[in-house]
C-alpha cells in the first residue's frame, strides 16, 4: 500500500488547487489552537472515509472479477482506460458533475458550523477528481474488498499533510509550485496504467508481471 500512500502524498499538491478552495471556506478560521486542529482533522477524516467508502466498493467489484478468472482482462483494461484519461483528458468530460453532492456541500458550508465539517469532508470526497479516479483503479486492482479499502484509506491518508496544511496556513504553496506538481500527475498515471498493463500481460517478471494463476474452482460433480 506504499504506492497509494505515495500517490496520495505526490497528488495532495494537485488536490490543493483543485479542493484547496473549499479548504479555504471551512468554518475553523475563527478557532485556533487544538479546536482548528480538531476540525482540520474532522474534515479530513470526512475525505478519508469516503474514499474508504469507494474502495470497498471497487474492491468488491475488482473481486468479482478475480473469481471469475478475468483479473488479466481487468489489469489490461484499467491501464488502458487510464492511458486515455492521459491522451484525451482535454476532451474527455464523461464524467458527470454530481449536482446534488454539490447542493449539499453548499448546505453545509453555508452553516458555517463546526458540527458539518465530517459531512464536509465526506462530501467533498465524491466530487469528480481525476486523482480519485485513479486510486479507484488502484482499489479495483487490488481485487479484494479489505484490499481495497485499505488501498484507498492509504490514497487518502497521503493526502493529509498537504491539505491540513492549506487549511492552516491558507496560501502557503504558491501558484509555480502547484502548477509544477500539478504536471507531475498525468506521469504518474501513465507510470501505473504501463504497470497495470504488464502485469495483464503475464509476462512472468516478479513483482512488476507475474505468471496469473486461474482460480481452481471445483464442480460439484468433482466429489461424484
Not at 33 to 40: S, T
Not at 86 to 107: A, D, S, T
Not at 199 to 210: D, F, V
Amino acid at each position: 500500500m506504499m504506492f497509494a500512500l505515495l500517490l496520495g502524498f505526490m497528488g495532495s499538491f494537485h488536490c490543493i488547487g483543485m479542493c484547496g478552495p473549499i479548504a479555504l471556506t471551512l468554518p475553523v478560521r475563527h478557532l485556533s489552537g487544538p479546536r482548528k486542529i480538531a476540525g482540520i482533522l474532522l474534515y479530513n477524516f470526512g475525505r478519508i472515509v469516503a474514499y474508504m467508502f469507494m474502495g470497498v466498493i471497487f474492491g468488491w467489484l475488482g473481486k468479482q472479477f478475480f473469481l471469475g478468472g478475468l483479473q488479466q482482462w481487468l489489469s489490461i483494461s484499467l491501464g488502458t482506460l487510464l492511458l486515455l484519461v492521459v491522451l484525451f483528458q482535454k476532451r474527455m468530460h464523461f464524467f458527470p458533475q454530481l449536482v446534488f453532492v454539490k447542493k449539499i456541500l453548499g448546505k453545509l458550508l453555508a452553516q458555517q458550523r463546526f458540527s458539518t465539517l465530517f459531512g464536509i469532508g465526506f462530501f467533498n470526497g465524491f466530487l469528480p477528481c481525476g486523482l480519485v479516479y485513479l486510486g479507484i483503479a488502484g482499489a479495483l486492482a487490488t481485487g479484494g474488498i479489505l484490499h481495497g479499502m485499505i488501498f484507498m484509506g492509504a490514497f487518502g491518508a497521503g493526502t493529509l499533510p498537504a491539505m491540513m496544511a492549506v487549511t492552516w496556513f491558507s496560501q502557503l504553496i504558491s501558484i509555480p509550485i502547484r502548477q509544477r506538481i500539478r504536471q507531475m500527475i498525468p506521469v504518474m498515471i501513465t507510470i501505473m496504467a504501463v504497470l497495470l498493463i504488464l502485469r495483464g500481460l503475464n509476462l512472468g517478471i516478479p513483482y512488476i508481471s507475474p505468471v496469473i494463476k486461474a482460480q481452481n474452482i471445483q464442480s460439484c460433480h468433482a466429489t461424484h
